[in-house]
């Protein structure tokens, strides 16, 4: 048994968040921010939507075995579209059964595997704008879960663990039982061992992915998700600004969100020129990462920065 922070299950797990219009109340600020800018790029009518319904199957492919306990989007990505023609297809034949029918793109996809290359594109795409501007925020979030879970383990073995992780899934008399699963896991089909997979966008079930030979994923919703959108002291920065500069560390603080530079000068009142001007330097310094979508730029608060502020805001 181990664990990994998988991307793609934050992608495939947020989309249909996104896409199912609901008023979610613990990913609110989320989702008022990036659901316009998803439906003015088009994503929220191409591949994933396609591939990805309100609820139900998900093709199986689209969630490859992590190789590792924290692959990349490009790691995961290369795995998409390394898939067997005949592995896609068995998954899009699947999705068909469960849906009555696929829609255009997924013929097409059936017809000619190759062109799992637009698709990964467009989820590259749909990474760098809806996820990559908060992931310190989720990844943070992911490892906070993981090293809980290994903690249970260290104190009160594996069998705490698979009891404790969701109302769904129980262990007893060396046995781990989830509700709701039509099918028998057997520890033959299991192969070399179970995969939980902490999600900061999962529902309240669980979710599972058996695809012999990978080992199986558990999918669960992450401990704190509750916390995740809070937003993050920033108080106490006059100290901070002496050093940084008073524009510099309010461009800081407005970052509780990912922000474009239109947004950060009409919110800061400073020229258009000196918010790019000063959001180069705390990018070069470690303290904003900038997202390209198309002709827009996000710029987001780094791990670095949110530790500064914090530090500040703390009283002495």
């Known amino acids: 048994m181990r664990f990994a922070v ?3 299950w934050q992608v495939g797990t947020s989309f249909r968040l996104l896409r199912s219009g609901a008023a979610d109340p613990v990913h609110h600020r989320w989702l008022e921010q990036v659901r316009p800018r998803l439906a003015a790029a088009g994503l929220d009518r191409g591949w994933l939507a396609e591939l990805i319904p309100p609820s139900g199957y998900v093709p199986d492919f689209l969630n490859p075995a992590p190789p590792g306990p924290a692959p990349t989007p490009a790691d995961e990505l290369a795995a998409i579209t ?8 068995r998954d899009l034949d699947h999705l068909r059964h469960h849906q009555g029918a ?19 594109q467009e989820i590259q795409a749909y990474w760098e704008l809806a996820l990559a501007p908060y992931w310190a925020r989720i990844r943070a979030l992911l490892d906070a879960d993981v090293r809980h879970r290994a903690r249970q383990v260290a104190e009160h073995g594996a069998g705490h663990l698979l009891d404790d992780l969701h109302p769904l899934a129980s262990w007893h008399d060396d046995v781990l039982r989830l509700v709701r ?10 192969g070399s061992g179970l995969l939980l997979v902490p999600c900061a966008f999962k529902g309240p079930g669980l979710s599972t992915r058996v695809a012999p030979p ?32 008073r524009t510099r560390t309010l461009l800081l603080t407005e970052l509780d969100a990912p922000a474009t530079t239109t947004e950060l000068a009409a919110r800061t009142g400073a020229s258009m020129a000196a918010v790019s001007q000063n959001l180069s330097a705390l990018r070069d310094a470690g303290f904003v990462t900038a997202h390209r979508t198309g002709r827009t730029v996000l710029y987001a608060r780094t791990k670095t920065a949110d530790a500064v502020l914090a530090a500040h805001a703390a009283p002495s």
Not at 102 to 120: F, I
Not at 183 to 189: D, N
């Open 6 to 8: 998988s991307p793609m």
């Open 82 to 89: 390394a898939t067997p023609p005949e592995r896609l297809r």
């Open 102 to 120: 696929l829609g255009e793109r997924l013929r097409a996809l059936h017809a000619d595997p190759h062109r799992v290359e637009h698709l990964a």
């Open 181 to 190: 699963r039509p099918h028998t896991l057997s520890r033959a089909t299991a």
């Open 214 to 245: 990978d080992p199986p994923q558990l999918a669960y919703r992450a401990r704190g998700t509750g916390t995740l959108w809070e937003p993050r002291p920033a108080a106490g920065t006059a100290a901070l600004a002496a050093v940084l500069g």
